[in-house]
């Protein structure tokens, strides 16, 4: 799962700081060189990644919860 996660983490850093796409393929992810060129954009990325995924989870957990409790 890292590789993706580095993955998704290093293209939203690209979508929200204005940062490099470049070539940057999911093989080249395991090379950490790549990631330290552009360590903003991956910190930015991962940020915003796992703040989303947190309110995703939340909701998820909410609604769920909701539907249990009503029964």
Request: aromatic content about 12%; glycine content about 10%; charged content about 10%.
């Amino acid at each position: 799962m890292i590789p993706f996660i580095l993955y998704a983490s290093f293209w939203t850093g690209a979508l929200v700081w204005g940062g490099n796409y470049g070539d940057l393929s999911l093989d080249q992810m395991g090379n950490l060189d790549v990631i330290q060129t552009n360590i903003y954009q991956y910190t930015v990325g991962a940020i915003v990644l796992a703040c989303v995924a947190a309110i995703i989870a939340g909701l998820l957990t909410y609604v769920l919860l909701k539907s249990r409790q009503k029964k």
